[in-house]
């Protein structure tokens, strides 16, 4: 359970793609690369990353370093997954906190084509939401750009894939789902996998939940996930795969609570609509989409949201929302101010999001584990963007926050307990983390158990060596549905039988 928290000299990207590394070192030079980029700093904190997790560590300084070379053999078929869950619009454009930037992808790209060499196959494969223009996601942030250098210099084919059947054409002001279209999807096509008594989510079947998932139809959710089957659409390009280097961005999220290696895997399917986000009803009557106590008027502005989607004229559902926001106080707004009393946001938070939760962290789970696991063995590695992370109503209306730390392990709980800690979450409070440490179904992907103290945290800042170091040292705005009530105590909490 060794984590590696790496603090870039930069709190910003280049902006420069194909985002060339600022020096040729040994190995890179031995591999044929010969551009520079000096402004490129986010490069050397991947790679020193992989120095302080010490990958290869006879070899680094040399010609021979080959720091994945114990997860990626030669001819290996590998698949780079980021987060690329929604192209950057409206107040999100520029701000670089929605998605993995390609500055930390072409490192991750560099290092696997070291070890894997010509003959490997390299995919970037995600699914973003249904609403995300994919050639704009992979347009701003140079991922394009990164797929012509290898071609151009290599003659290496760097694959890039939109793993959805499906995406919605929205209008971006208001939301509204203008029509949906189907896509090419994976090439090597999808697997359905029923987990059946192994998911996760079996232990809700006695309860007969009604399962839904945002914009998505509820009909064919409940289909997939009635007792005892729960299903997954999984994308053929990642289950083929003998590795994943899974590279997600650091993010608070209103369902979750924290989204980084975990929460990424969500990206691996090609139906969303397999995916239980929440389920419907008040806390206590056998949902957990609302707290007990949540106004009727949000109520009221949800069901209304959900039956007149995709039903009215856009004039028409644009009027609704600003009557919705301006009477009913609905809606999530999309950009926070810090003050010294408080936010002043709106407190509203649809759809299972806030701190009650207890269905999504079981479809996270499930998924960590048919990657893990399923049908063939296949080595999985995380290293996490945090230079621009995300801080309140993430994953997609948050703040951007000038982090500037790498992080990776080859345990994804332990790395978001640690991601956790540093953000100032109390990890013991956030239901995926605590349920995934419960040892009643062993997934086997994380030998994290509870007890922070058998978490080995590197650094190349003495600080951020312990556990307790890592508190609250970058703390972020939680999202709305989870203030005052994850943010970490003062005295540090040691395991979840503290709490």
Request: contains cysteine; glycine residues 10%.
């Amino acid at each position: 359970m060794r984590v590696a928290v790496c603090k870039a000299p930069v709190t910003a990207y280049s902006e420069h793609p194909p985002y060339h590394p600022p020096r040729i070192h040994p190995e890179l030079g031995a591999a044929g690369f010969k551009d520079t980029l000096a402004d490129n700093a986010v490069y050397d904190a991947v790679r020193e990353t992989f120095r302080l997790l010490g990958f290869d560590a006879a070899n680094h300084g040399t010609a021979q370093w080959n720091p994945l070379g114990h997860l990626i053999q030669r001819g290996a078929r590998v698949v780079i997954k980021p987060n690329f869950v929604a192209h950057e619009h409206g107040v999100q454009v520029g701000q670089r906190c929605l998605t993995t930037h390609g500055a930390v992808v072409r490192a991750m790209v560099d290092y696997a084509f070291i070890a894997g060499g010509p003959e490997s196959s390299i995919t970037i494969a995600d699914a973003p939401v249904q609403g995300a223009d994919f050639d704009r996601i992979v347009a701003q942030n140079g991922i394009v750009a990164i797929r012509d250098f290898y071609r151009q210099s290599f003659g290496f084919d760097l694959g890039l894939v939109d793993l959805r059947q499906v995406r919605a054409v929205l209008d971006e002001e208001s939301a509204l789902i203008r029509k949906v279209e189907q896509l090419p999807g994976d090439p090597r096509g999808y697997s359905v996998i029923d987990l059946e008594e192994d998911s996760r989510l079996r232990t809700l079947d006695p309860e007969r939940p009604r399962y839904a998932v945002g914009d998505y139809d509820d009909e064919v959710t409940n289909r997939r996930h009635r007792a005892p089957h729960h299903e997954y659409v999984i994308a053929n390009t990642v289950l083929d795969a003998d590795v994943v280097l899974n590279v997600p961005k650091l993010k608070a999220h209103s369902k979750v609570g924290l989204t980084m290696s975990l929460k990424n895997m969500v990206g691996i399917v090609g139906s969303k609509d397999c995916l239980p986000h929440h389920r419907h009803g008040l806390e206590g009557k056998g949902g957990d989409e609302f707290p007990k106590d949540y106004p009727r008027r949000w109520l009221f502005a949800a069901r209304g949201n959900q039956f007149l989607q995709g039903k009215v004229p856009r004039w028409v559902w644009r009027g609704l929302r600003n009557a919705a926001s301006l009477v009913l106080g609905a809606g999530t707004p999309s950009r926070e101010r810090r003050t010294a009393e408080g936010t002043g946001q709106q407190k509203f938070f649809p759809s299972g999001s806030w701190y009650g939760n207890d269905t999504i962290w079981r479809t996270v789970d499930d998924l960590n584990f048919i990657v893990h696991h399923w049908g063939r063995g296949r080595r999985v590695f995380t290293l996490a963007d945090g230079i621009v992370s995300m801080e309140g109503n993430g994953p997609l209306k948050g703040s951007p926050r000038a982090t500037g730390v790498i992080l990776a392990s080859s345990d994804p709980l332990a790395l978001d307990v640690a991601a956790a800690a540093l953000i100032g979450f109390d990890w013991t409070r956030i239901n995926m983390l605590r349920g995934m440490a419960e040892r009643s179904l062993d997934r086997g992907y994380s030998r994290f158990t509870g007890n922070v103290d058998e978490i080995e945290v590197v650094s190349n800042v003495p600080e951020l060596t312990t556990f307790d170091g890592l508190r609250g040292r970058e703390p972020h705005l939680p999202p709305a549905g989870w203030r005052n009530f994850v943010e970490l105590p003062t005295k540090s909490v040691r395991s979840a039988a503290a709490v």
